[in-house]
């Protein structure tokens, strides 16, 4: 629509700290960026006093739109968090779960924090499919950009081509039909389907226990935490006995 008809209406947005935060019109900016258009008409509106109750209201204007996608959600989500908007994944399901629906749980909430390691870049083509928009196609795809695979930029894009030509070829292509592209490309199959990763707590605080059998790798990760607060969770992980080899 915008290369054929141009900007219809313009997006709302506001300025803090230098950058525009949408509140109106992603999925103007991501036709702009799918297109590698320069700029894109917004009106500024007031800054929000609080920004978690801005960021809620901006995805329900889109969720009742049909505009919103999963890829917002995950970009959202780790702004959310990186902002310190939210003080973890357990309180963001709160704040996301849909009134009188089914509440979302922090296992939902990780594996959608998952799809924001896909390039925006990507996200913007990927968008355009509705079949790569579920929570499976995606979060198979972003197993692609994983922190133990990471591919360089020239072989993530012949593999996100082969997805959007199956996207292409098939409107209605399934996220197992995905799953298998993404797995091809990433090769050793069978080692990638024996990682897991589960909820890990210390105390008050939440972080992620990877596993991965094939490489004899355990890794435990606490993301997000106050810089006040890092003392309090060491203490708590020293308490890990762990015996130094003689």
């Known amino acids: 629509s915008l290369e054929a008809n141009g900007q219809d209406h313009n997006a709302k947005v506001w300025i803090q700290e230098g950058k525009a935060y949408v509140m ?13 258009q320069a ?6 509106i007031k800054a929000p006093d609080n920004l978690l109750e801005a960021w809620l209201e901006s995805r329900r204007l889109n969720l009742e ?9 995950a970009v959202r989500f780790k702004d959310m968090l ?29 594996q959608i924090l998952s799809i ?10 990927l968008v355009e499919y509705p079949a790569l928009c579920t929570k499976n196609a995606a979060y198979n795809i972003a ?13 993530a894009t012949k593999v996100i081509d082969q997805v959007l030509a199956a996207a292409q070829a098939n409107p209605d292509v399934t996220a197992s039909e995905v799953k298998s592209i993404i797995e091809k490309a990433l090769g050793n199959v069978k080692q990638r389907a024996s990682s897991t990763a589960v909820v890990a707590r210390a105390g008050r605080f939440e972080g992620r226990l990877t596993t991965i059998p094939a490489k004899g790798l355990v890794r435990l990760e606490f993301t997000n935490v106050p810089e006040a607060d ?3 969770l060491r203490a708590l992980l020293e308490r890990i006995d762990v015996k130094a080899s003689q």
């Open 82 to 110: 990186d902002d310190g908007l939210v003080a973890s994944q357990q309180e963001l399901a709160e704040k996301v779960s849909p009134p009188g629906g089914p509440a979302r749980t922090q296992g939902y909430i990780s």
């Open 39 to 44: 700029t894109l008409r917004a009106d500024v």
């Open 230 to 232: 890092l003392a309090e």
């Open 65 to 73: 739109r049909s505009d919103h996608t999963i890829y917002d959600d």
């Open 143 to 155: 197993r692609l950009f994983a922190a133990e695979t990471k591919p360089e930029d020239e072989e």
């Open 116 to 125: 924001a390691d896909i390039p925006r870049h990507f996200m913007a083509k």
């Open 24 to 36: 109106d019109g992603g999925k103007r900016l991501r036709g702009a960026r799918a297109r590698g």
